[in-house]
């Protein structure tokens, strides 16, 4: 997994500890810099939909479609029966032409790790003894083992 492309780098952090606000802030500043970016957003809750009841693609499935592509002139979303959980390294072939993929959650997951830390709704980092974890971003100062960066200066 160390020599993954793209590389794949995890923000973690507990709920509400403002992932995605930092990812809608991160994505564009690294598109300026000319990178392709892909994102995971992983949902350990079991299922979801990207299609509505009643429309033609979500009738394909629902028949027993096993894949289902909506296509428009701007778009593409892909949706499919899977047996288990993928990891991130599992979904990479979805985003060979990038240069980065940053992933929402799988936490747990053996990736870089940059961990979103706010004293003001945890006493303490979570994932500082994970030997993954290459740096903290928060709003105050902290001491830890690595870079601590400024949640504000993206």
């Not at 160390?2 to 991160?26: C, M, Q, W, Y």
């Not at 564009?28 to 299922?47: A, F, M, T």
């Not at 701007?74 to 993928?86: A, F, K, Y």
């Not at 991130?88 to 830390?117: N, Q, R, S, T, W």
């Amino acid at each position: 997994m160390d020599n993954l492309h793209p590389p794949i780098v995890i923000i973690a952090g507990r709920s509400g500890s403002g992932k995605t606000t930092l990812l809608e802030r991160l994505i564009p500043e690294l598109k300026k810099k000319g990178l392709r970016v892909g994102s995971i957003k992983h949902h350990k809750e079991g299922d979801f939909d990207i299609d509505h009841p009643g429309k033609d693609s979500w009738r394909h499935k629902k028949a027993g479609a096993e894949k289902t592509v909506i296509s428009s002139p701007t778009r593409i979303g892909l949706v499919m029966d899977v047996d288990h959980d993928h990891r991130p390294d599992e979904l990479i072939h979805f985003f060979h032409e990038m240069d980065i993929v940053l992933v929402e959650g799988h936490k747990e997951e053996a990736f870089p790790k940059v961990e979103i830390f706010r004293p003001e709704l945890h006493d303490s980092p979570s994932f500082l003894k994970d030997p993954n974890l290459i740096a903290v971003m928060t709003n105050s100062t902290l001491a830890t083992g690595v870079p601590v960066l400024d949640l504000n200066d993206v």
